[in-house]
């Protein structure tokens, strides 16, 4: 049994060291990091498990190897729950935000699970300090290393194949999860520009692997990891590389570590000028997609915004897993110019300015002092022992790549196996340094029932977490599932995620949305044939969704939009939806008061309402926060209409599309001005310019067959019309309105 116990640990480490990079499953919402956070947790749980009852079944004492930097590993972990306690989202600090997965507190703990595993069960190649053989059945620093490297050229293989369009081939002929056969599928992360930081990362682990050691595999990766990041042409990923190899060459010099075989450094200066090349110069471009990372300037913005609105936040953040939560709330007005202004980040450009946000300056400070006191000791033993050297420059690259870019799972992995594989390291360099602390039960057998009852409850509570998280992957299959079908059955699907997972705001909000749907087809039916008891049900169902998704995550605006959009649209049917309308959309104003559309849709819903002051006052602050937003310049001009202040309703809008001349919206509602003011040329115009540029626009049509019919343009008129009739088969207006223009 002690047998079976040892190869547990040692082949979990080695299956999750080999396999979290590449894992990926096709059935869930998103099929990166939410399987990756399954496959840790699982093999991690069991691995933890066994190494606990191993020693307290069977060696009858614990062992722990301490090192310095433990007790800041264990601050760091701390710090985090605490935030978590007090998150303004406690789903997303526990679990993650949905859609990323990877910030959550069960993925952190699971990754510090992982680092004490693998200082208490890691083994140097060469035998550690006392001259003891190694553990045979036990992992080791090169053997993790090793497999590693083969999980990085597995990926580097998947990478090119998807580039060069080899996966869609063979699909062709075979199935394959369509994400395979998109050009930038890689296993590492969604997007290109994520494998392209791990690359680095790879590239910098096996060219200070070479300094030491030739070996033809390394070389063949090194090519192979620079040829992908050539052609994905990332630039932090080449800012990684160059000053991580130019603090190995500063490194290397200072201590003069290759003094014997200096020629070993041009492997690093070739790389140093490659970096510096694309970093200066772009010799090839490509036009692979690009992901959408949010600037730096703006993510130490938003973060600094986080840590210093109250004292809770500047202690321990917003929480962790919420940097949603902080962008929304503290992000500047003047985002609203940048292109990307729409989106709404739910992770910083930089993994530092992340923890600034989300677990405060306390838990950035002692993330920032377990780096600083690990490269510290490196520094200090490094001359002692360069066998530790690959290590600390790959831990060094891992820093720097938080500092440039997010934190996902892989990149995160990564970074915890580093930190745990350099602490076995400095166990054979320096024994002080890293002492064990043992607690024997061998003269104390009541105290060793104690902890094996203690192993045994620890055994069942992962139990019951495997139990619920199997429920919660059904869920999010059936959620995925439910996104490819329609009407009813997406009803049905979503019902059966949301009974496994009740816990889901984001499949309440789906939920709802499709009873609102479903609703509204119901009410566009003609009259006779409306059934008014199930249009009632479905808008209830849909309201009590909705408001039981704000209950479960109040602190996330897409619920609060939810229920906005539920209560806007049946309006005509639900006495008081729109005064809860508006106060479901000033709740997400409170939680996003930099967002022109949140105070258009407010508006919108105050000229339902029938207070166009208030509505006016809305959409001046929508143009407030952005001066160009289609949406509120024309609210605004229909408003500026219906108080006959016209003349200036068309200067706003004639404004607008001088800036934006696509603005099809825009230009029709000034074709309609235009015509009911009869300037029925410059009418004529605008409609024209609508229909061109959307074929379809049936309105736009209309309108132009109503504005040729005033002019006695008949010919004109009825092509307009046959063009509405054809969008709209069997309107009897239109038919009317032909017959009438033919004369019949």
Wanted: proline fraction near 3%; charged fraction near 15%; hydrophobic fraction near 50%.
């Amino acid at each position: 049994m002690q047998n079976l116990l040892n190869r547990i640990i040692k082949c979990n480490i080695y299956v999750l060291v080999f396999l979290l990079p590449l894992f990926f499953l096709p059935f869930s919402f998103e099929i990166f990091e939410y399987n990756k956070q399954y496959l840790l947790f699982f093999l991690i749980s069991s691995a933890l498990f066994a190494w606990v009852l191993k020693q307290v079944a069977y060696d009858k004492e614990i062992r722990l190897k301490k090192s310095p930097i433990d007790y800041l590993v264990l601050g760091f972990l701390f710090v985090s729950l605490l935030s978590a306690i007090f998150s303004v989202d406690k789903s997303s600090s526990l679990f993650g935000f949905y859609g990323r997965f990877s910030d959550g507190l069960i993925g952190l703990l699971g990754l510090g699970a992982f680092y004490f595993l693998v200082t208490n069960t890691v083994k140097n190649a060469k035998g550690d300090a006392k001259g003891e053989l190694k553990d045979a059945g036990g992992p080791t620093i090169d053997g993790l290393l090793k497999v590693f490297l083969w999980s990085a050229g597995a990926i580097v293989l998947i990478a090119y194949f998807s580039i060069f369009g080899l996966w869609a081939k063979i699909g062709s002929f075979m199935p394959l999860p369509k994400v395979m056969l998109q050009i930038t599928f890689n296993p590492v992360s969604g997007s290109l520009e994520g494998a392209s930081v791990f690359l680095a990362i790879v590239a910098v682990l096996l060219a200070s692997l070479l300094l030491n050691k030739t070996r033809i595999f390394y070389g063949i990766l090194l090519l192979a990891s620079l040829g992908l990041l050539v052609i994905i042409d990332f630039t932090p990923s080449w800012i990684i590389l160059l000053a991580t190899l130019v603090l190995l060459l500063a490194a290397s010099l200072s201590k003069r570590i290759f003094r014997e075989n200096v020629n070993r450094l041009l492997i690093p200066i070739f790389l140093v000028i490659i970096a510096s090349t694309f970093l200066l110069w772009q010799p090839f471009r490509t036009n692979l997609p690009k992901e959408q990372v949010l600037p730096q300037a703006i993510s130490w913005q938003v973060a600094a915004g986080s840590a210093t609105d109250n004292v809770k936040n500047g202690f321990l953040g917003s929480g962790i897993g919420t940097f949603h939560y902080d962008f929304a709330k503290y992000k500047p007005q003047g985002f609203n110019q940048n292109p990307l202004w729409q989106i709404r980040f739910d992770r910083a450009g930089s993994y530092f300015a992340e923890l600034l946000g989300t677990v405060g300056f306390l838990g950035l400070l002692i993330y920032l002092g377990t780096i600083g006191l690990f490269l510290l000791i490196s520094w200090l033993l490094i001359s002692k022992d360069f066998a530790g050297l690959p290590l600390v420059i790959t831990f060094t690259a891992l820093v720097i790549s938080q500092l440039v870019y997010y934190q996902n799972t892989s990149l995160a992995f990564v970074f915890w196996l580093i930190l745990g594989l350099s602490a076995v390291s400095w166990r054979a360099v320096s024994p002080a340094l890293t002492p064990e602390k043992k607690i024997s039960f061998k003269n104390f057998p009541e105290s060793a029932l104690i902890f094996l009852t203690l192993a045994i409850v620890f055994g069942v509570a992962i139990l019951a977490f495997y139990f619920y998280g199997a429920r919660y992957y059904l869920a999010d299959a059936n959620y995925f599932k439910a996104l490819s079908v329609s009407g009813e059955q997406r009803i049905k699907i979503l019902q059966r995620a949301v009974s496994q997972n009740p816990n889901s705001s984001n499949y309440r909000q789906a939920l709802a949305r499709s009873y609102l749907a479903e609703a509204l087809g119901e009410m566009q039916k003609p009259q006779a044939e409306q059934n008014a008891s199930r249009i009632q049900s479905l808008v209830s169902l849909s309201i009590d969704q909705g408001r039981i998704a704000t209950v479960l995550a109040p602190s996330q605006i897409s619920g609060w939009e939810t229920l906005g959009v539920i209560y806007r649209e049946i309006g005509g049917v639900a006495q008081g939806a729109t005064e809860w309308g508006i106060k479901s959309f000033e709740k997400a104003i409170d939680l996003e008061p930099t967002n022109p559309v949140l105070h258009t849709e407010l508006g919108k819903l105050y000229v339902v309402a029938g207070d166009n002051e208030k509505a006016k006052d809305n959409f001046n602050k929508a143009l407030e926060k952005k001066s160009d937003y289609a949406a509120a310049v024309i609210q605004l001009a229909l408003l500026l209409e219906k108080d006959s202040a016209v003349d200036e309703a068309i200067a706003n809008l004639e404004n607008l599309i001088s800036k934006n001349p696509l603005e099809v919206e825009a230009r029709f509602q000034l074709g309609r001005i235009y015509f009911n003011n009869n300037r029925i040329d410059e009418a004529i115009a605008q409609f024209s310019s609508v229909t061109l540029s959307s074929p379809n626009h049936s309105n736009a049509h209309y309108s132009l067959g109503v504005a040729y019919a005033a002019q006695k343009r008949t010919s004109l008129a009825i092509q307009e019309f046959e063009k509405v009739l054809e969008l709209n088969p069997d309107n009897s207006d239109i038919i009317k309105k032909l017959k009438s223009l033919r004369g019949y």
